[in-house]
């Protein structure tokens, strides 16, 4: 069964620019996160989806990031502009659903850079 | 949501077992606790889970107080590939349902 996606895998950019960061989750799961994990902590929940739906961003910073789940498979999280404090690793995760016992499967995480 | 205590770090012997402390005397009735760990530069990955009883997979088990205030994730034999950030997290059944609160987890080094 392959895992969930993302890519790319690094990315530098100034401070100000724009970046964006791509997810496909695994195939049926209908609930897909989007977790910001600064160096030495543990990830938190930015975004959380169930189908094409958002269910919770009350974490996530809506004057510069924003996410879309189209077709209710694929997700983009997208930051504009960016700041030097969004340095991080993103991370994508997908669950069958919002059950409580439902694991997520985490992908490898995008490493964002911002000079 | 309600909060875990881990210690920062712990060390371990290869092939001995780790036992993984974890206090959350907030818990309430529904909160499930949930283990998960992240090897280094890779995303999480599910350990295990439990709400009362003690429970049992291939990669671990998992101890819960009687009175559910703490829980101890036992690794029974060490390995060098079990190095890793090792997470305990409250879930509640809650209106978000599956949503997952990390804190800051125990860095578990293995010893060979």
């Known amino acids: 069964e392959a895992g969930v996606a993302q890519s790319p895998r690094y990315k530098i950019i100034e401070k100000r620019q724009s970046v964006a960061f791509w997810c496909n989750p695994i195939?049926?799961?209908?609930?897909l996160y989007w977790y910001q994990q600064i160096l030495g902590q543990g990830p938190k929940l930015l975004i959380q989806?169930?189908?094409?739906?958002?269910?919770?961003d009350s974490q996530l910073p809506k004057d510069r990031f924003s996410a879309e789940r189209l077709k209710g498979v694929d997700s983009t999280l997208k930051i504009q502009p960016a700041k030097l404090e969004d340095s991080a690793v993103y991370l994508c995760?997908?669950?069958?659903?919002?059950?409580?016992?439902?694991?997520?499967?985490f992908g490898p995480g995008t490493r964002l850079t911002v000079l | 949501d309600a909060k875990t205590t881990q210690p920062n770090s712990m060390e371990s012997n290869e092939e001995e077992p780790v036992h993984l402390p974890c206090n959350h005397s907030?818990?309430?009735?529904?909160?499930?606790i949930h283990w998960y760990r992240q090897l280094p530069s890779q995303g999480p990955e599910y350990v295990i889970h439990?709400?009362?009883s003690n429970v049992n997979n291939r990669m671990a088990s998992l101890a819960i107080a009687e009175d559910r205030k703490s829980s101890t994730l036992i690794l029974h034999r060490a390995t060098l590939r079990d190095a890793a950030v090792y997470y305990c997290?409250?879930?509640?059944?809650?209106?978000?349902?599956?949503?997952?609160?990390f804190g800051a987890g125990t860095i578990l080094r293995v010893k060979s």
């Open positions: 995760a997908s669950s069958l659903d919002r059950g409580d016992y439902n694991e997520q499967f």
């Open positions: 195939s049926g799961h209908a609930t």
């Open positions: 989806f169930q189908n094409n739906g958002v269910v919770d």
């Open positions: 907030t818990i309430s009735g529904t909160d499930y």
């Open positions: 439990g709400l009362t």
């Open positions: 997290i409250l879930r509640d059944v809650g209106e978000y349902g599956n949503k997952l609160v």
